[in-house]
């Protein structure tokens, strides 16, 4: 079945450290999308992919980074630049205005 | 800039009550996608409905039903006969087409149906 997989489901950070959280697609999707949710809050977007090698910041950017060097994979690294790391964070795949989300990676700092 | 309000932070409704979760969504585009989303406690996103902005017919599906009104800029989401396991947070969101079709989602509501 196509879809999207995240990985690790939880993952611990000691303040400091960089991580990567992975997102990975079989859809053929040429957009991919990364939100990121708080408590309490909607998600909001840190960055998308239009298309392979080629991404465009979102609107909480500031602290991430991402690759696009396949079509299937987008992952997300988060840095020590970001203070306040511990989330929800949410992967997507678009074609056609049909969006199809990953289970999520829940990121807290120790 | 697109914008999707959800005024309704928490609703509390009692088993088999009707239930209405309000959004408002702001857009310059004429081109444009309505979404409503379910999350449980798991965490994943349930897509409920994909409306466009050419398409203002009301639709019905079991038990959810969604009201489109342009004049508005309202897309608002009705459950009828609640049940305990409607309880969850349900998000709005917008897609534009020349924002990159990125979705821009509302802050949320939480409706808790009580037994």
């Known amino acids: 079945d196509g879809g999207i997989t995240q990985s690790p489901k939880y993952l611990f950070r000691k303040e400091g450290q960089n991580v990567t959280l992975s997102c990975e697609q079989n859809l053929n999707h040429d957009a991919m999308y990364w939100y990121r949710q708080d408590p309490g809050q909607g998600l909001r977007l840190i960055y998308y992919s239009q298309i392979v090698n080629d991404f465009q910041k979102g609107d909480i950017a500031e602290g991430y980074s991402v690759s696009r060097e396949k079509k299937e994979s987008f992952p997300l690294t988060v840095t020590s630049a970001q203070k306040n790391p511990t989330a929800f964070y949410l992967c997507?795949?678009?074609?056609?205005?049909?969006?199809?989300f990953g289970s999520g990676t829940r990121l807290t700092v120790v | 800039a697109q914008k999707v309000t959800q005024a309704q932070t928490e609703i509390s409704v009692v088993e088999k009550e009707d239930v209405t979760l309000d959004c408002v969504y702001e857009t310059r585009d004429t081109t444009y996608y309505l979404f409503w989303y379910k999350q449980p406690p798991s965490g994943e996103l349930v897509f409920l409905i994909r409306r466009n902005s050419f398409d203002e017919q009301n639709e019905i599906s079991g038990r959810y039903s969604w009201n489109f009104q342009k004049s508005t800029s309202s897309f608002n989401f009705t459950i009828t006969a609640s049940q305990v396991v409607d309880s969850a947070v349900y998000f709005c969101?917008?897609?534009?087409?020349?924002?990159?079709?990125?979705?821009?989602f509302g802050s949320g509501t939480q409706l808790t149906v009580l037994p």
């Open positions: 997507a795949s678009q074609v056609n205005y049909g969006y199809t």
């Open positions: 969101a917008l897609s534009e087409a020349r924002s990159a079709r990125q979705l821009t």
